[in-house]
């Protein structure tokens, strides 16, 4: 078994030196060492709803990107823990942000948007089950699993088409036959 030296450096200078050498001990006292409070602070400060590890690999990956160009623009005037707590915590920030566009999450502003959207969510499930129980109705089977595939989970034509060994058109064709009847089904027992 082998006992590695803690990595300890003269000169903040020496220490960005060595990550730009990808010295795997300055890496280690990065992540993992002497700036691993720092960074995990600032990570669960700015973005609580995140995995910490995940935020501080993400950083890795960030400062490390482009031959580590941005730690080459370290000011060695500052303090490297001042410089690391700022460019940290605006990467952390942004990073959580740009989660929450790509999620598409709005905040809720009030209570009347927070009960549209319940309506709009007891809605949508009270229409999904019609379909489910319509579709669960519909003969035949292979009527019913082409229909589900394609409107309910989404699946690419192509890919259904190639599973139930039909061209695109015929499959076009089928949904289109059985929608028709799946609607006729449903408007007679509106009616009855």
């Known amino acids: 078994m082998k006992l590695f030296a803690k990595y300890c450096y003269i000169s903040d200078q ?8 990808d010295d795997e001990k300055a890496l280690e006292c990065l992540l993992y060492d002497r700036f691993r409070r720092l960074l ?13 590890d995940d935020l501080v690999q993400e950083f890795y ?10 730690l080459r623009r370290y000011d060695p005037d500052l303090p490297f823990d001042r410089w690391l707590s700022v ?5 952390f920030k942004d990073f959580s942000l740009q989660m929450i566009d790509s999620r598409r999450q709005i905040p809720i502003t ?6 549209l959207l319940n309506a709009g969510t007891t809605q949508m499930t009270h229409i999904m089950m019609d379909i489910q129980q319509g579709l669960a109705q519909l003969e035949p089977p292979r ?3 082409i229909l589900t ?4 989970r989404d699946e690419e034509p192509q890919a259904v ?20 009847r799946l609607i006729q089904k449903h408007s007679s027992t509106i009616m009855d």
């Open 110 to 115: 009030n209570l009347e948007d927070q009960e």
């Open 61 to 70: 990956l960030y400062l490390h990107a482009d031959g580590w160009a941005r």
């Open 149 to 152: 595939a394609l409107l309910l």
């Open 87 to 91: 460019v940290s915590y605006r990467f």
């Open 40 to 52: 995990r602070f600032n990570a669960m400060k700015a973005a609580p709803n995140v995995p910490l």
């Open 143 to 145: 009527d019913r699993a």
């Open 161 to 180: 088409a190639d599973r139930f060994q039909v061209t695109v058109d015929n499959l076009y064709n089928i949904k289109r036959r059985a929608l028709a």
């Open 14 to 21: 020496q220490f960005v030196a060595d990550l730009l050498a």
